[in-house]
């Protein structure tokens, strides 16, 4: 079924400002100005972030819409793919951020705002936790962007989370996926918007 709603979620320390959530938008209004596109500023509670977009998404078709995550997006992403049984777009998903993330406990600055800052709390980790998913049912309602040069996950990690799923493996890279446009018409394409 094509997808008539698009939902992007950015990582850690990003916004709605980030270079892929901006080239997404772009390409999607103006190769499928029919699609309905959300893209929240996450607040830094995992809990509170889900519960927004979840209220955010309340309305729409579950079996026609799909989400694109990035980094801590892409453990998003994950977590609402299989609660929604929608598709979803992973750019160098997060696998197990909690274990990732229990070391940034504090205060941050986002990565394209300086000025706006926020405190992750050791709580956080533990919302984390609870939104693990061991094994994802439905491989073919995946695809991935890995990145073998990024210099934040482990590649190897994140291909072996999503067995079975449709990954275009980068023989290099990095965590931004500073080459992202030249992968967003594999990504449209899996998406299949109307």
């Known amino acids: 079924m094509p997808t008539t709603h698009l939902l992007y979620l950015h990582g850690f320390r990003s916004s709605p400002a980030s270079a892929k959530a901006r080239m997404t938008a772009a390409a999607v ?18 809990k509170q972030a889900m519960d927004g977009v979840l209220q955010a998404i ?3 078709p579950k079996a026609s ?13 994950t977590w609402l793919a299989e609660r929604l049984g929608c598709k979803a777009v992973l750019l160098n998903p997060a696998v197990h951020p909690a274990r990732d993330l229990a070391v940034h406990l504090g205060e941050h600055a986002v990565w394209h705002d300086p000025d706006q800052r926020f405190v992750f709390e ?3 980790v533990d919302e984390l936790i609870t ?4 094994h994802i049912s439905h491989p073919e309602r995946y695809f991935a962007v890995i990145a073998k040069g990024d210099e934040v996950l482990d590649w190897c990690e994140m ?6 799923a449709s990954i275009k493996l980068l023989p290099a890279g990095d965590h931004a996926l ?9 990504v449209l394409g899996f998406l299949d918007l109307i």
């Open 29 to 46: 209004a103006s190769r499928h100005p029919g699609v309905t596109w959300l893209c929240p500023a996450l607040p830094a509670s995992p």
């Open 159 to 164: 291909t072996a989370h999503y067995p079975g």
């Open 178 to 186: 500073s080459d992202y446009d030249q992968h967003l018409d594999a």
């Open 65 to 77: 819409m799909a989400v694109v995550g990035s980094s801590l997006g892409g453990f998003y992403a």
């Open 122 to 124: 050791a709580r956080y």
């Open 58 to 60: 309340a309305d729409w």
């Open 131 to 134: 939104q693990e998913v061991a």
